[in-house]
């Protein structure tokens, strides 16, 4: 069975970073790549970002662009996200998946989420 695990959360002032962690702790998982998603109170999941494990591109949301580093190893089904530069509305639960497909970078394209891990950045 495969069973990803987000760590890394917590409280942090605006400016400040944090790194989250996805490992699966399940059977080894062969995917197209990763990715990390956010869902924030009474909203919607929005992609972050994603890494390809074929040639190691990565993409990420407008939003985080500058800010958020993804990176991650594919024979050990993990990933990181660096989080630099935060601000309040970086606040939300964090989510890591597997991709299954490239059609799109919406959720739809992800499967196997964790539980999440939440971050919270402080005015």
């Known amino acids: 069975q495969v069973q990803l695990v987000e760590s890394g959360g917590g409280l942090v002032q605006a400016g400040g970073s944090l790194r989250l962690s996805c490992a699966n702790s399940?059977?080894?998982?062969?995917?197209?790549?990763m990715g990390w998603f956010r869902q924030a109170p009474g909203k919607e999941r929005d992609f972050v970002a994603a890494?390809?494990?074929?040639?190691?591109?990565?993409s990420y949301a407008d939003s985080v662009k500058g800010r958020f580093t993804i990176s991650g190893d594919n024979a050990k089904n993990t990933v990181y996200l660096q989080m630099d530069s935060l601000k309040p509305q970086d606040t939300a639960l964090y989510y890591c998946?597997?991709?299954?497909?490239?059609?799109?970078?919406?959720?739809?394209?992800?499967?196997?989420w964790g539980q999440g891990t939440q971050v919270t950045v402080s005015s």
């Open positions: 399940g059977r080894t998982f062969s995917s197209l790549g």
């Open positions: 890494i390809r494990w074929s040639d190691g591109s990565t």
């Open positions: 998946a597997f991709r299954l497909d490239f059609i799109t970078r919406t959720r739809q394209s992800f499967g196997y």
